[in-house]
């Protein structure tokens, strides 16, 4: 049994052709709009879109010290990078009383008791640094090291 004996496209075209053929207004620009869609619809969902591999990362390499350092080219090394820290964590530190500042002067200029709130953000704060000091006691063991001693090379 062939498939066309059931299904026969001629007499759909005919009776399409026939329908086209008969004066009807707009009959043409119903056709065009009818097209724009079908091909418009069609070119939205063939359209390709091609992903490009991502760029290959830049590697940035960790410099290595020089393997002639001494140890007191180190402990300056150290006691530097120390100091820097120190002066980013001050520079921290007097951004955050700032803003703590300004969110008193807000409240007060509102008309809102910031102390409570002031109260409970330092207990928040007292906890968590607690919290760190407990866990790098864990970690780590005796918290009071004395980092000044003289280092002994224990492999000679």
Same mark, same amino acid.
């Given at each position: 049994?062939?498939?066309?004996?059931? $299904?026969?496209?001629?007499? @759909?075209?005919? #009776?399409?052709? +026939?329908?086209?053929?008969?004066?009807?207004?707009?009959?043409?620009?119903?056709?065009? $709009?009818?097209?724009?869609?079908?091909? @418009?619809?069609? +070119?939205?969902?063939?359209?390709?879109?091609?992903?490009?591999?991502?760029e290959?990362?830049?590697?940035?390499?960790?410099?290595?010290? =020089? =393997?002639d350092?001494?140890?007191?080219?180190?402990?300056? +090394?150290?006691?530097?990078? !120390?100091?820097?820290?120190?002066?980013?964590?001050?520079?921290?530190?007097?951004?955050?009383?700032?803003?703590?500042?300004?969110?008193?002067? $807000? @409240?007060?200029?509102?008309? $809102?008791?910031?102390?409570?709130?002031?109260?409970?953000?330092e207990?928040?704060?007292?906890?968590?640094?607690?919290?760190?000091?407990?866990?790098?006691?864990?970690?780590?063991?005796? !918290?009071?090291?004395?980092? #000044?001693?003289?280092?002994?090379? !224990?492999?000679?």
């Open positions: 049994m062939r498939y066309f004996r059931r $299904v026969n496209p001629v007499g @759909g075209i005919s #009776d399409f052709w +026939s329908y086209i053929r008969q004066p009807q207004p707009y009959r043409w620009a119903f056709l065009l $709009v009818s097209l724009l869609a079908c091909l @418009g619809l069609i +070119s939205i969902l063939t359209h390709e879109r091609v992903f490009m591999p991502p290959q990362p830049e590697v940035e390499y960790i410099r290595t010290f =020089a =393997a350092r001494t140890d007191e080219e180190i402990r300056q +090394s150290n006691l530097e990078n !120390q100091r820097l820290k120190e002066e980013r964590q001050a520079e921290l530190d007097r951004i955050e009383e700032e803003k703590r500042d300004l969110y008193r002067r $807000v @409240g007060a200029a509102t008309g $809102v008791d910031t102390t409570a709130a002031e109260a409970k953000a207990a928040e704060r007292d906890a968590a640094e607690q919290a760190e000091r407990e866990r790098l006691e864990r970690l780590f063991g005796e !918290q009071n090291q004395d980092t #000044d001693a003289t280092v002994v090379d !224990q492999g000679e």
